[in-house]
């Protein structure tokens, strides 16, 4: 199994510009899940997903969506980048019954400019 | 927020020393778990303790769970320079409710 992937794996953008960050996950988890990382702030959660066709917000949900049309699929879509956008994007998955190990992809390091 | 707070936020010891970090949260939970990450990688799991267990243990990693002080620890015993990494306590409430990470405590093991 490969676990999670996520792409690209670095990415810059200039101020309003759009793009997707990828994940996928081969461990039929129902569970899927980014989170965002800054340094000093730890983990926040932006979007989480508890099955295909189902999403919720977390924490820090401005300026992102996302959309679950696969179990298999979780992609991130920063509509309008801005600066405050900067950081490492992570994205986890988990069964959802007990959610007790998250397995996390390699992160996306995504520069705004 | 519901966050766990980890305590220290750094720690530096030298190689065969023990090292305690510490988490504390504010509101009742289902379980703790603990997490590990290396500069530039994800977090990879270590071990989860339950609301109604009070120890656990996972090789030279040693967790302790006080419900009534809302406080947990992670003891590794005999560290190691591979050791050196960031350290995250996450909370897990009732329910459906996503795990909720703390800030880290970023251990370094010196040799």
């Known amino acids: 199994n490969a676990g999670v992937t996520q792409t690209p794996k670095f990415q810059v953008l200039k101020t309003g510009q759009s793009m997707t960050l990828q994940c996928a996950q081969d461990?039929?988890?129902?569970?899927m899940s980014w989170y965002r990382q800054d340094p000093g702030m730890g983990l926040r959660l932006i979007h989480y997903?508890?099955?295909?066709?189902?999403?919720d917000q977390g924490e820090v949900p401005n300026g992102y969506n996302v959309s679950r049309s696969t179990t298999e699929d979780f992609p991130l879509r920063l509509l309008s980048a801005a600066p405050s956008q900067t950081s490492v994007y992570f994205c986890?998955?988990?069964?959802?019954?007990?959610?007790?190990?998250?397995?996390f992809g390699p992160g996306t390091r995504l520069l705004v400019l | 927020s519901q966050q766990g707070e980890e305590d220290p936020q750094a720690l530096s010891i030298q190689e065969g020393e023990n090292a305690t970090m510490n988490c504390s949260y504010k509101?009742?939970?289902?379980?703790l778990q603990w997490y590990r990450q290396n500069s530039g990688r994800g977090l990879v799991h270590l071990i989860l303790?339950?609301?109604?267990?009070r120890e656990k243990h996972s090789g030279r990693l040693r967790v302790t769970l006080d419900t009534s002080k809302k406080s947990s620890s992670l003891l590794i015993t005999a560290s190691r320079a591979a050791d050196t990494a960031s350290y995250f306590c996450?909370?897990?409430?009732?329910?459906?409710?996503?795990?909720?990470f703390g800030k880290g405590t970023r251990l370094s093991v010196i040799a």
């Open positions: 986890a998955s988990s069964r959802l019954a007990h959610q007790e190990t998250q397995y």
């Open positions: 461990m039929n988890h129902e569970y």
């Open positions: 997903s508890v099955g295909a066709g189902i999403t």
């Open positions: 509101t009742s939970i289902n379980n």
């Open positions: 303790i339950r609301s109604n267990e």
């Open positions: 996450a909370t897990k409430f009732s329910g459906n409710t996503p795990l909720v």
